[in-house]
Structures are given as C-alpha cells and as structure tokens.
C-alpha cells in the first residue's frame, strides 16, 4: 500500500502524486493494493500522519491485506515503529524502497559494494534490538551460561545487543569504505588515461532514456527497459562521428529527486565518468509532466558531485510521444542550449552528431607536424584525430599539415616524443581565451 503526504514545499507532481511511487514500487517487484494521499503543514511526531489518517491506513490495510506500507517521503526511526506497531506489518520510506532496487539491480561487484554501503549507513541510525533475548550480555560473575564464558575484562554490567549490532555495521561500514575507496583511485586513474581522448557522458533522470540513446549511438546492446534504474553500471563505447571522429560515449546511472546521500557519496567511482567528462548530455524525458522538477533534481545531483563547470548541453527526449508541443518550447526557453530528439525513432540524431562534433573540435589550431616513416600508429591516430590538409611523404618521415583541438594535439604530442611540430601555433591561446592545463 502507498502513502504520500504532500508539504507545501513537496516535490512531487500534484497531478499524480503518487506516480513516481508507484513505478518504484512496481520496479521493486510488489504488487500495489491501494494508496492514500493526506496533505499536511508538517508531519506529527509520532506517526508522521494525523490520528484519523492512521485509522483509516489501519482499516484500509488489513481490507487489502497489504504486507508492506510504502511511504513517499523520509521517516524517523520512531514513526516507523509507531507505525509498524499500529498497522501490524512491515513499513518501509522512499529511501529505503530506493536502496531496494539498487540492491535487486547491482550486479557488478563495485555495484554491490556501493548499494551495501549506502544500506548500511541508512540502517546504521535505524538499528534497533533484534535480539530480545540478548538484552545484555552479563559479565563473568553473573552465573549465566553467557556470563561463564564471558572471561576477564567482561566482569560488570554487561553490553547491549544493539551496541554490538552498531559496532559490527561501523566496522563493516570502515571495510567497505576502504574497498570502494581503491575501487575510486582505480577508476579515476582509468579515467584520467584518456586524457587525448573527447569524453561525453549521458546524465539525465531515470527512466529518462539514457541506455536508448546509448544503443542507438554506439550500438552497445545496453540494457533498455521502461523502469526506473533499469541499470547501474556505468558502460562506455566508442561513438564514431563519421570524417574519422570518434569520441567515447558513457552511459550513468539515473538520477532520482530526494535521491539518499549514501548513494549519491557510495556510487561516486562510478560517476567518474561525468565527472571528468568534456561534455555532458543532459537527457531530458520532455513527454513528462514534471520535466522541469526532473532537471532541477538532476542539476542539484551534479552540482553536488562538482560538475558544475563541465558543458552541459540539454536532449529533450521522446520528441515522438509528446503530446503538449508548449511544454517543449518552455523547456527550450529554459535551458541554454537544447536540441529535440527521439533516441527511439532516431528523430535529432545527426544534428546532435553535428553539435558534438563541434564541441569536440573547440579551439582548434593548424599546425605542420613530422612523424617518422616508420611510426604508422601515430600517423593513423593523427588520421583518426585531426583534419589532415595537406600531406607529405620525405624519405625519412611524414609531413602533414593538419588542424586539431589545441589540447588535444598538446597532449599527444607530451605522449609521443618523435612528433615533431614545424610549425603553428600550439602553445599560445588566442586573445581572449582561457589558459588551458597541459
């Protein structure tokens, strides 16, 4: 059974509060019996709702013989034993309910020490005793069977069950730390390899249509569902933007309003991918109604990972099922930069190949190089790389006169020392422009 209590500052849709819920909900595998919405200034204390509307929750549950109450909105450890007391079955929060189908969907080993960790900093706060039995462990002199084997330095009144519980989370919570904390290093040093190479990352809202896009791209065979957090890994290929041009695409995780802060922190390695990006695509699902409520809580996302400063240019998705041509233009008004397409029909595809390719080529600078005749790696990466002009072949080297992003060439240049630059200018911006990092 579903629960939403809406607040004045709610985010949520008014038109269908309870929708976003509901597709969680059925994500997670649970069939949805009944729902009930209560409008409230704030939460009470103890339950969260009024005494009337836990009444009727009560009446409404057992006629529905629901298992599991699904609130939309963060509870206290203390309303959700209140509640769990009152309504005689289990009740779980939006974050909860989320770090579920994180933990159903992780399938990669980095996933699931990600989705561990967030649950367990989630839980950590919440433990209550488990054990009533256990309430203390009595110390050696206490004559129990507990106490017998308790040995020196265990003589007193004895430990709660639950302070062992929280040194046990605490202990696994540092171990996991430290895993995912390797798993980061690891990541970002892969990352950072790449450094000659143009890196665009996909970043939108769930179920925005990211791994779509992504398959029609690059033809990786992503995982493409209509449900929320469809997939967790972070998948990178190779996007070919004809004329030789590639660039690598990569496809993250969806983000979510209200979305826990252990996975926002927890899924950070893999998130490195838009991190460290030369351009986000930001996904935008323009046939929903919440469009703009979407980019706000994906902007707020990226911001707190700090990514504030990487271009960012806005795909208004789904082109081809939106029924309200007026929302559209507003969110084109909206964002700085936007393009409409259709991952699903194609519908943009090349003039958003046209946009990157552009962003790709940025401050460009024409140059004459010399690569020995021998070196046909780096003369095919230079093909591959750059807009060749004019080529040369001498007896001992290749000359070629080609124009290619400044930072781009100044990196493969440190990478391969027999390129030799004849001439041009490499090392000096334009007026005006920005100093870039070597």
Not at 11 to 37: F, H, N, Y
Not at 155 to 161: A, D, I, N, S, V
Not at 382 to 388: F, K, S, Y
Request: glycine share 8%; aromatic share 4%.
């Amino acid at each position: 059974m579903l629960v939403s209590i809406l607040l004045p500052n709610t985010k949520a849709d008014l038109s269908d509060p309870l929708g976003e819920l509901a597709g969680l909900t059925k994500s997670s595998g649970v069939c949805v019996v009944d729902a009930m919405i209560q409008k409230r200034l704030a939460l009470k204390a103890k339950y969260a709702l009024g005494k009337g509307k836990v009444a009727e929750l009560v009446e409404r549950a057992q006629a529905n013989e629901a298992d599991v109450i699904v609130f939309d909105i963060d509870l206290s450890p203390r309303q959700i034993r209140e509640l769990e007391q009152a309504v005689g079955c289990k009740v779980i929060d939006r974050s909860e309910l989320i770090l579920d189908i994180f933990a159903q969907r992780a399938k990669t080993r980095e996933a699931q020490l990600q989705v561990e960790l967030a649950q367990l900093e989630y839980t950590a706060p919440r433990l209550r005793g488990m054990w009533g039995h256990l309430e203390r462990i009595a110390g050696a002199g206490g004559g129990t069977a507990a106490g017998a084997v308790g040995g020196v330095g265990t003589r007193g009144p004895g430990e709660r069950q639950i302070e062992i519980d929280r040194r046990i989370v605490k202990k696994r919570i540092s171990h996991l730390k430290r895993e995912i904390a390797e798993i980061d290093q690891r990541k970002q040093r892969e990352v950072r390899s790449r450094g000659d190479e143009f890196t665009v990352a996909l970043v939108g809202y769930t179920n925005s249509g990211k791994s779509t896009l992504m398959n029609r791209l690059t033809h990786a065979g992503r995982f493409a569902a209509d449900m929320p957090f469809a997939t967790l890994d972070t998948k990178t290929a190779r996007w070919e933007l004809g004329e030789g041009r590639t660039v690598l695409l990569s496809d993250t995780i969806g983000f979510i309003r209200d979305l826990p802060h252990g996975l926002v922190a927890s899924f950070r390695a893999t998130l490195e991918e838009a991190i460290h990006a030369d351009l986000l695509l930001h996904i935008v699902d323009a046939s929903s109604s919440t469009a703009f409520a979407q980019t706000k809580a994906v902007d707020e996302v990226l911001e707190s990972l700090g990514c504030r400063d990487v271009p960012q240019f806005a795909l208004l998705n789904k082109i081809d099922v939106v029924d309200d041509a007026s929302m559209t233009e507003l969110l084109v008004r909206h964002r700085d930069r936007s393009l409409r397409i259709s991952a699903l029909t194609g519908e943009g595809i090349e003039e958003l190949t046209r946009e990157v390719v552009e962003r790709m080529q940025g401050e460009t600078t024409e140059v004459t190089i010399s690569i020995p005749q021998g070196d046909g790696r780096l003369v095919a990466e230079i093909d591959r790389r750059a807009d060749v002009l004019r080529r040369r072949y001498l007896p001992t080297a290749v000359e070629l006169d080609i124009r290619m992003n400044r930072t781009q060439l100044r990196q493969l240049a440190g990478r391969n020392p027999s390129l030799a630059i004849l001439s041009g200018d490499l090392d000096t911006p334009p007026a005006g422009a920005p100093d870039e990092p070597a």
